[in-house]
């Protein structure tokens, strides 16, 4: 069924993104993140799978053009409207809302989607999206510069080992931005590291 279902999720991000390689990208280092912080989370297969069609599918938004509400909700839209044969109502509902928080606000009991989920699915959610945040920051130039990623996990903190292939000044302020979620739900600080050098975003130009 993971196949299976692996194939609807590429179909979908094959027919709506205009950057795949961006969107891969993300999933890859996405994946990264949750493998090297399972020791924290605990989550299986199910949950990988789901963190992995959130992080290809969330960017299909910008495949409607502008819009109001921002290409963030029209993913999740996109993604829930989609006829899914091999995803179920919940799976699904977990994509879109992991989809949904990869930017701007973090999920928000305000907010009725949110709300409406069961509690452990709002803890998948909530760890889900705060890794996608994260992976999608690694990739702020969508250039591809941060090329793998691997967390040590520390009594206080959460070290991101970077592999970088160029500048990525831009990904350092961007994962200083949106890593609020990944602070909230593992409750550690976090810290990037380059060649075993400590990294920290530097002002806006």
Same mark, same amino acid.
């Given at each position: 069924?993971? /196949?299976?279902?692996?194939?609807?999720?590429?179909?979908?991000?094959?027919?709506?993104?205009?950057?795949?390689?961006? +969107?891969?990208? #993300?999933?890859?280092?996405?994946?990264?993140?949750?493998?090297?912080?399972?020791?924290?989370?605990?989550?299986?297969?199910?949950? &990988?799978?789901?963190?992995?069609?959130?992080?290809?599918?969330? /960017?299909?938004?910008?495949?409607?053009?502008?819009?109001?509400?921002?290409?963030?909700?029209?993913?999740?839209?996109?993604? &829930?409207?989609?006829? @899914?044969?091999?995803? /179920?109502?919940?799976? %699904?509902?977990? +994509?879109?809302? #992991?989809?949904?928080?990869?930017?701007?606000?973090?999920?928000?009991?305000?907010?009725?989607?949110?709300?409406?989920?069961?509690?452990?699915?709002?803890?998948?959610?909530?760890?889900?999206?705060?890794?996608?945040?994260?992976?999608?920051?690694?990739?702020?130039?969508?250039?591809?510069?941060?090329?793998? +990623?691997? #967390?040590?996990?520390?009594?206080?903190?959460? %070290?991101?080992?970077?592999?970088?292939?160029?500048?990525?000044?831009?990904? %350092? &302020?961007? #994962?200083?931005?949106?890593? /609020?979620?990944?602070?909230?739900?593992?409750?550690?600080?976090?810290?990037?590291? +380059?060649?075993?050098?400590? %990294?920290?975003?530097?002002? @806006?130009?």
């Amino acid at each position: 069924m993971s /196949d299976k279902a692996r194939e609807e999720i590429l179909a979908l991000m094959e027919a709506r993104e205009n950057k795949p390689i961006h +969107v891969q990208h #993300v999933s890859r280092l996405a994946l990264e993140l949750f493998d090297g912080l399972i020791p924290l989370h605990g989550f299986g297969p199910r949950e &990988r799978l789901l963190l992995e069609a959130a992080a290809l599918l969330h /960017d299909i938004g910008h495949s409607e053009g502008l819009t109001p509400t921002g290409h963030h909700k029209e993913s999740a839209r996109l993604i &829930r409207e989609h006829g @899914w044969q091999n995803l /179920d109502r919940c799976d %699904v509902e977990i +994509v879109a809302q #992991v989809s949904r928080y990869h930017r701007k606000s973090m999920p928000d009991l305000s907010h009725d989607e949110f709300r409406a989920v069961p509690d452990f699915d709002k803890r998948i959610i909530q760890c889900l999206a705060s890794l996608l945040r994260v992976a999608d920051s690694l990739d702020r130039a969508h250039e591809q510069r941060v090329t793998g +990623v691997r #967390v040590e996990i520390r009594p206080n903190q959460l %070290v991101l080992h970077l592999s970088a292939n160029g500048p990525i000044e831009r990904e %350092v &302020r961007a #994962v200083d931005k949106k890593a /609020d979620l990944a602070i909230a739900i593992f409750q550690r600080d976090l810290l990037l590291m +380059v060649d075993n050098r400590p %990294v920290a975003p530097t002002p @806006w130009p």
